[in-house]
Every structure is written in C-alpha cells, then in structure tokens.
C-alpha cells in the first residue's frame, strides 16, 4: 500500500542527493525505523546511507549536552533548591510533592522560548492577588507561601546554571542549548541537505531550528495532512498546520509539500461499543483472528489508547499469531511486580519495631513472596495462618521464632523483616534489587515467564538508579520519603516494549503511530477521557497566563490527538474503532468527539456502521434453592447426630436449612481473619469465663453479700486475663478494644450489683452449677439412629425455692424475643429460636437431672440488666405461662421430635428459607 514515509523517500531519491550529504528528520525513533526500511527498499544501488534522526536525537546532538533521565533532573533540583535556600528549606519528602510540576514548568518555557523575566512576574502577580487575606499584613504562613512564588524566577537561573555546568540539561534546556549552538551548524552543513517529514504540533524551539534550516540550508519539509481537514474552519486536526502555513515566512515563498486527498477514498469503518476491557480485548482477537486468514495481518496494526488494555490483549491472542511486535509504554504501577514493593517498603513506614498485620499478610499474600521461601507457597500460607489462629494484630521479629522452627525461614524473614529501626532507605533499595534477582532466577528457568524477566529488568534498573542518586546525594533521608518516591515513579515511569517493528502484527500506543500507515486499523479505548485525554493541569503556571504567553493548554493538547486520529484514518481502508460503553469504568462510558465527528463529517464514499456488542446475558429459571439429601449427606448427618446436635445447631436449621447444611454438613466457616476490634462473640466469651471463675467457688452455696464483694474486687484482674487469654493484643488495648475491656468490666460490675439487689430483697440464690456441659440420648422410636443432644448450661440457680436455669446474652433480649404464641411456631418461625434453645436447655437438663417441680429457664442480658432473669413464656398478653411442667416438657420433646425428624428425613431436602 502507499504510504507517507513511502512517498517522502521516493521524493528525495528523485533529486539524486548524495546520501551522504542527506539527513532525514521525523518525530519518533519509530519512524526512523520505517523510514529507513523504505530507503534501503526503493534505493536500488549500492553505497552510504543518509543520517537519520528523531526530532529529538537531532536536537540533542545540536545543543552538544545530554538530556538526563526525569529522576536525576528531580534530584538535581532539589540539590539546586536547597543550596539557593539558606533558611528553612522543604524536605525531600514535601519537595516531591512540588518539584515534579516545577521541572515541567521550567521545560515548557524553555521549549516555547517564554521570556523568563516576564512570566515568573505574571504568576506572582496572580498569587498575590489569589492570596485568602485582604489584610494589609500578612501572617507568617501567608509570607511563607508568597515568598516561594516570589523566588520562582531565581530558582529558574540557579537551576538552568547548575545543570549547564554539568553538560546535562531537561528537554527545554537542550532545545535552548540547540538554538545557541544553530548558528555554527548552518555554517558547517552549507551544502548539506535536510528533509524533514510528518511534524504537527512543534514548540517554538522546534519551529525556529526547522525554520532556520529551512531558510539557509537546502532544505524541505513534508507535511501529512488531508485536503478534507484542511478545508474545515475549525477542525482541531489541522489546528497547528494551519497556523504553521499561516505564519512561518517560508511559505511566503514556498508551497505546502503535501496535502492529499487520501481521506476522501472508500473506507469501511465500524464503530463498536463494548463493556469494559476484556470484552474490547476478546473484539480484537477476533478480528485479528479474521486478518490472520485472509493473510493481511501484516498490513494490521492495533492501538491501544489506553496502555491498560494491553495484558488482556495478549492474554486473548491466538497461539497462531506467531509475530508480535508491541511498541508502546505500559505503566510501571500496572505490572505485577510493582505492588511487592508498594506493599514491602509500606512496611517499614512505621517506627517501631513491629509491622501491622494486614501489612504483612498482603505482603506475604503476593504470589511472587513464595518464591523466597523455595517457591513453597506453603510457608506463606502457614505463617498467615498463625497470625489469624492467634490474632495477633502487630508482628515482631520474636513473633516468627513463635510461628515455626524451620531456621531457614526464619533466616529469610529475618532477611526480609529486620528491625525497622535499623534499616536505612539505601537498604531498603539494597535488598529490593536482591529480592529482583531472587525473583529473575527462579522465573529465569521457566520459558513461558519472559515477559516477567522484562518487568523484572525494568524495576532492577530503577532500583540501580535509585541506589546511585541515594549515593551521590543521600535526600532520602527516611522510608517515608522512598515510599513517596516510589509511589510518584510508578505514575510517571512506563515499561517500554521494544521489539521488530518490521515483521508481524503492531500494537502500539497513539503516540507510537506516527508517521505510519496501515492497510487494516483498530484502535481500542476511543472514550472521552482517554481520546482525547481532556484537561489536565499539572502546573503552576494558570491557565489564563499560558494564553497570554502562547503556552499550550489542554485544547491544544486535545488538537494534537485529533491529528493522530485523523491523520491514521487517511490511507487505511479497514477500520474497527472500539470503545468502552461501562458507565461504571474510569474514563469509561462515553465515545468519544471523535467518533461523533467521524459520523457527522464523513464524506459519502465512507462506509460506517456503528453498532454496540455485549455478551449475551440470559437470566436464569428462578428455581428454588435446595439440596437434596443423598446417601452421602445422610451418611453424615449421622455422624453429626451421634457427636449431638447442640440448641444453636438446631436453631440454625429453624432460621435456614441451607445454611445449616453448610456449617454443620459441609463445615463451611466464615473465613478466619485477624480479629482487630474485639467482637460481640468474643466480648460474650470473656464475660461468660470471667462470671464462671468467679461463680466456681461458690458452686453449691447460697449467695451471700461477702461473697459478691469478693468477687467485685477481683473484676479487673479476671477481666485482664481472660481479655489476654482470648485476645492476645492487650499490649495495643487503644481506641474501641479499650472501650470494650472498660465495658466489660462494667457489665459483670453492674451483674453483681444486681445480684446483691436481690438479696437485699430478702431472695435467696442458690449456685446449682456454672457452665454445666449437659450430653443426652434422644430416644424415639421414630428415629432408627443414635441422636445425642449436647449443650453448655451457662447457669442453674434455685431462688427463692424455684428451680431456674439461666442463659447469659451480652446482647439486648426483650420478654417478646423469648415468648412465643405455640409449638408448631417454635419450630417453624426464625423469630422464636432464643425461646427454642432455652427450652432445649430445659429438657435437657430434666432429662439427665431428676426435677421433682416446675422449673424456669431464661436470659439475663447485660444489656438490660434492669429486666433482671427474663424467663421464656408460652402463650400471648396475661395468658403467658413460664413455668416448665412436666406436661411441657412432653410438649417439648414432642416438639423436638418432630424437628428432627425433618431435618433426618431423606425426601425433605435443605431448602434456602428467604429471611424477610
């Protein structure tokens, strides 16, 4: 097919110019590439090549200083900054938080040649203006801050001096540099020929060095626009050519070279909506699937505008797809191999000698740690599992001597996870780099993980350069400021995927086509947001002072996507343009102006179909949720049956069988974690073994007003250590855990005031027993297996006479939340289980204990200790009866029978009961 770079080389070849006396110029070392592949293909004879140059290798070879990377110019900044700021300078930390934006700012004035002396007094003048004060005087904090928008313009001088004297310099600078030294160049490349080729968007250094040249060497430049852009009032892809024809004095003399007419030629175009990235990745694979057997994937190129479509990208391509060839940046924060040490220097935030248990755990949940312990994901498991079976909130180092006895993995931990307190920034770094090539030889002998290696190479690099600035200037003083750094690295610095542009299917970002045609094109991510980017204002400077000075804003940031979108559309001929329709997604939902205007400005020879795909959804029979009972699940009810169904375990069944088919059948549990703030189970365990201790020594005593102040008096020390005992984090006893330790204490203070109440009221107590384990048969005929019901009795009392068995609840109970209106209820409906179990307790207690009389069984709530012993009751108003006969007793075995008869039924399957 033609192509722009095609035609630029077959222009110049046409005028027979030494090669040698010839240097092409275009805006990307990508298109150096191709460029140079059409040279060496349409250039029949043999002999030298002609010097090719990006825009950028040309410039910096002129300006005769290197560009240095963004991290040496950020540290060279803040080692300028603080030389030139004798009195309370920023640390480093706070300087990240500025310096980036500052860096930017000084290279857009010097690439756009902004006097410096005229634009540092606009933004102070704005700040002044923009101060929150209309005070005459200002505070300190307002001084402070103005005073850095004062020192801006100083700042500037100093830096621009600091990095000349040692040849290195940011874009701006070189381009400045570049201007200085242009003279020179002129006078020694008279009879030297320049071609420049596929520019838009120049900085005003770049058009006076094109201009320059243009003027005093034998020169040209090749445009790669359309007629139909051209031609339009307003179309933002052809914003920057219609300026640089209006303006340059060249084209008072000279005719623009070229403006086609390609854009205008048939075209089949399909506009895609589908949700969210997979599915645009899995659209892709398809079509590229289709180019593959017609055989045009060479002649196809994919666009990824948003970088993070590229791993599912390549998850989805054919194995058949032999050749691909990805040339693009993918954000350093999306590989795998970032959050490793996101999560590992998180860890060393804190300055104490201890790490946070989540910290950990997500740290040693990373795949990738495994590999550190002998690729034995195991060991990982195993020490997270410590943590969770001993709810330990904050680690130490003693705490792994505690967790194994393995001294291999201890030594690694220890290797890992020394002390926080002794470990600098620059070892941190250190042992980053050691643990990158712990990870490189393991993925090193597995074939299929090269794209790991390269992730691995990458983050390896940084921690080199790292090391080097924190060597040569020691800024990083704490893991504060390195994790901050970090963090600000990971959002700036991409992976850059380099492979051979020449051969198989091209992905490549936006910026990455330039200059380049494809027969077949799919761009992916055409959402507003993400094509064009939209606005976008890291800088100081406002945006009111960028107009007045001509420094570009976010339009013409937005024009320059307009050209690369268009200007890809003119020779191809096929072209599949995907967006995101999920509204829920980030820069997700919204197609596009771009794909707006294509639909309203096409010419008739265009053929588009717009259309909106999503994976067929059918919604499912709603069919009730149930679990039949087959000879397996049978064989284990038994089971449980012969080991006892406890009151709560029948309980359960009442509120939903299928949930107690899966605790009690499958033994699914609720997943273990660490228990941080004390919960309302744990905080009820710690009451009942505190009230248990206390009660043991009086067991078969009447109560007396001695005893209980006895027992007051030993409230904290019990408290302290059953508290120890069942939360092992008293050490951090801070914030809602003390909270609930004070109110502990509190409940069981309150309890034995209400005990001595009752005896001051002439009632006499009892103490029967303290946390009686009750395990009975449950006999019936009915039933052809050994059922055992089993149970922990918190309580039983005689007062006043009157037998009583008692069921502590650290939560709220009401007399309506243990009366119930029949039997048939109190088996059916979830509202009466609290009644349930405490009349379960009742029968089995009569059952393995003799009871000549009527007995009651209730709650005591500490919520509402003032309701005192809230007995169950049958019956509804004044016709309550709470007194347990032996007529009811009957009534609850009858009860019980029938209960689990059901659930030991094998035509009744565990049905999921909705809760309403």
Same mark, same amino acid.
């Given at each position: ?20 006396? +010839? ?39 002129? /300006?005769?200083?290197?560009?240095? @990377? ?22 480093? =930390? ?23 002396? !005229? ?31 004062? !020192? ?12 000349? $004297? ?79 024809? /209006? ?52 002649? !196809?190129?994919?666009?990824?505008? %948003? *970088? ?93 001597? $505690? ?8 030594? !690694? ?12 920034? &620059? ?24 794209? +790991?290696?390269?992730? &691995? ?8 350069? +790292?090391? %080097? ?8 003083? /704490? ?64 945006? =009111?002072?960028?107009?007045?000075? *001509? ?43 771009? +794909? ?27 069919? =009730? ?158 039933? @052809? ?28 109970? *009401? ?81 019980? *029978? ?19």
């Amino acid at each position: 097919m033609e192509t722009f770079l095609g035609n630029v080389v077959a222009s110049v070849l046409k005028k027979n110019i030494d090669p040698r006396q +010839l240097t092409f110029i275009v805006p990307s070392k990508r298109a150096v590439v191709f460029l140079k592949d059409h040279y060496i293909q349409l250039n029949n004879s043999i002999g030298f090549l002609p010097k090719f140059y990006s825009i950028e290798e040309f410039i910096e070879g002129l /300006s005769g200083i290197k560009q240095a @990377p963004n991290l040496v110019l950020l540290f060279e900044l803040y080692d300028c900054y603080k030389t030139n700021t004798p009195n309370n300078p920023d640390n480093f =930390e706070t300087f990240l938080g500025w310096g980036q934006t500052l860096l930017q700012d000084f290279n857009e004035i010097d690439r756009y040649l902004i006097e410096p002396d !005229t634009i540092f007094p606009y933004i102070k003048a704005i700040k002044e203006i923009d101060h929150w004060s209309l005070s005459e005087n200002l505070t300190p904090l307002q001084e402070s801050h103005l005073s850095f928008w004062k !020192t801006l313009g100083s700042y500037y001088y100093q830096y621009k001096k600091h990095l000349l $004297d040692k040849e290195i310099g940011y874009q701006g600078l070189v381009y400045i540099q570049a201007l200085e030294n242009l003279e020179l160049y002129i006078q020694n490349f008279r009879n030297h020929t320049h071609v420049f080729a596929g520019f838009n968007a120049l900085n005003k250094a770049e058009e006076r060095i094109i201009q320059e040249i243009l003027h005093n060497l034998p020169a040209s430049i090749f445009w790669d626009t359309d007629k139909a852009f051209l031609q339009e009032k307003d179309h933002d892809a052809s914003l920057f050519l219609k300026s640089h024809f /209006s303006k340059w004095n060249y084209y008072k003399k000279n005719t623009p070279e070229w403006i086609s007419n390609n854009f205008e030629n048939p075209k089949n175009i399909e506009i895609t909506g589908l949700p969210k990235n997979i599915n645009q990745a899995k659209y892709i694979s398809n079509l590229l699937n289709r180019y593959a057997e017609n055989g045009t994937l060479k002649h !196809t190129a994919v666009v990824l505008s %948003d *970088e993070q479509l590229l791993l599912p990208l390549l998850s989805n391509i054919s194995n058949e797809i032999e050749a691909v060839n990805i040339t693009m940046g993918y954000p350093l924060q999306e590989t795998p191999i970032a959050p490793i040490f996101s999560f590992y220097f998180k860890l060393f935030l804190n300055e104490q000698k201890e790490w946070y248990y989540k910290d950990i755990i997500g740290f040693l949940s990373l795949p990738q740690i495994a590999i550190l312990f002998d690729n034995k994901p195991s060991v990982t498991q195993n020490l997270i599992q410590y943590l969770y079976n001993n709810n330990i909130s904050y680690v130490t180092n003693s705490t792994w001597l $505690d967790c194994t006895n393995d001294s291999q993995v201890i030594k !690694t931990l220890h290797w890992l996870l020394p002390n926080s307190e002794s470990t600098s920034p &620059l070892q941190l770094i250190q042992r980053s780099r050691e643990i990158i090539n712990s990870l490189k030889n393991y993925y090193s002998q597995q074939s299929t993980n090269t794209i +790991l290696l390269e992730y &691995l190479f990458r983050f390896y690099e940084l921690f080199n350069q +790292l090391e %080097d600035l924190q060597l040569s200037y020691g800024f990083i003083s /704490s893991t504060k400021s390195l994790y901050r750094l970090y963090t600000d690295i990971l959002t700036k610095e991409s992976l850059d995927f380099k492979g051979e542009p020449l051969e198989g299917l091209q992905i490549m970002g936006m910026l990455e086509s330039r200059n380049l045609d494809f027969e077949n094109l799919i761009i992916a991510s055409v959402n507003e947001g993400i094509l064009p980017s939209g606005k976008n204002n890291n800088s100081f400077i406002p945006y =009111e002072v960028k107009k007045a000075v *001509e420094l570009p804003t976010y339009k013409e940031k937005d024009a320059i996507y307009a050209y690369h979108f268009y200007r890809l559309l003119q020779r191809a001929k096929n072209i599949h343009l995907l967006y995101n329709t999920e509204p829920d997604a980030l820069n997700g939902g919204e197609k596009s102006r771009f +794909l707006q205007q294509l639909e309203s400005f096409s010419p008739n020879q265009h053929s588009i179909k717009s259309s909106i795909l999503a994976p067929k959804i059918t919604p499912p029979d709603i069919i =009730e949720l149930k679990i039949d009972k087959t000879s397996t699940t049978m064989l284990r009810l038994k089971e449980v049956a012969a080991k006892g169904f406890s009151p709560s375990s029948l309980a359960k069944y009442i509120s939903n069988p299928m949930e107690f088919y899966q605790q009690y059948i499958l033994g699914i549990r609720e997943e273990e974690t660490v228990e941080e703030t004390v919960a309302a189970n744990t905080m009820g365990t710690i009451v009942h073994a505190v009230l248990e201790e206390m009660y043991l020594p009086v067991v078969g005593q009447f109560l007396s007003e001695i005893q209980l102040s006895k027992m007051r008096s030993t409230i904290e020390t019990l408290t302290l250590k059953h508290f120890q005992a069942f939360y092992k984090n008293t050490s951090k006893l801070t914030g809602k855990n003390l909270i609930i330790y004070e109110v502990i204490k509190k409940y069981i203070d309150k309890f034995l005031s209400m005990e001595s109440d009752t005896l001051k009221k002439g009632i006499t107590i009892k103490v029967v027993d303290v946390e009686r384990k009750v395990n009975i048969p449950f006999k019936s005929e009915k039933i @052809p297996f050994e059922i055992v019901l089993k149970g922990t009795v918190d309580r039983i009392d005689i007062r006043d006479g009157q037998l009583c068995i008692i069921d502590y609840k650290t939560g709220k109970v *009401e007399a309506k939340d243990v009366t119930f209106p029949d039997w048939n209820e109190l088996i059916t409906n979830a509202s009466y289980t609290k009644a349930f179990q405490l009349l379960t307790y009742a029968y089995m207690y009569t059952q393995e204990n003799e009871v000549k009389d009527e007995l009651e069984v209730g709650n005591i709530s500490f919520k509402k200790l003032s309701a005192g012993f809230i007995p169950a009751s049958l019956g509804v108003s004044r016709n309550k009866v709470s007194k347990i006969s032996k007529e009811m007793l009957l009534e609850i075995e009858l009860a019980l *029978e029938i209960l689990l008869l059901e659930i030991l039924n094998p035509e009744i399957p565990f049905k999921n009961k909705k809760i309403e």
